[in-house]
Nanobody, 120 residues
Framework: QVQLVESGGGLVQAGGSLRLSCAAS????????MGWFRQASGKEREFVAAIMWSDGSTYYTDSVKGRFTISRDNAKNTVYLQMDSLKPEDTAVYYC?????????????WGQGTQVTVSS
């Protein structure tokens, strides 16, 4: 059993920054990747970013490229999402998740979500 705990969400002005953290209770050797998703009110959950545990390669949705950076600290079993130049449209509940295989997020573990609110 693995528990994912997100932190770092909050309220920030447009153009500001937040750094989200997702800490796993223990190393998840079976996880192919960890990533971040978000769901805005009234919208579908969407992929934001992912990082591969094997080589650290990263993937981003187009809307956050150049503004968000995903990183990981294997020793701390933690993944981060540095969010810069935040926009009101970034407002959402952000979830971290693991994937046992490529794009197999629903088969992995999910955190409880953390609210990010960006004001104009």
């Amino acid at each position: 059993q693995v528990q994912l705990v997100e932190s770092g969400g909050g309220l920030v002005q447009a153009g500001g920054s937040l750094r989200l953290s997702c800490a796993a209770s223990r190393r998840t050797f079976s996880s192919y990747a960890m990533g971040w998703f978000r769901q805005a009110s009234g919208k579908e959950r969407e992929f934001v970013a992912a990082i591969m545990w094997s080589d650290g390669s990263t993937y981003y949705t187009d809307s956050v490229k150049g503004r968000f950076t995903i990183s990981r600290d294997n020793a701390k079993n933690t993944v981060y999402l540095q969010m810069d130049s935040l926009k009101p449209e970034d407002t959402a509940v952000y979830y971290c998740a693991t994937a046992p295989g490529g794009s197999k997020w629903l088969q992995g573990y999910w955190g409880q979500g953390t609210q990010v609110t960006v004001s104009s």
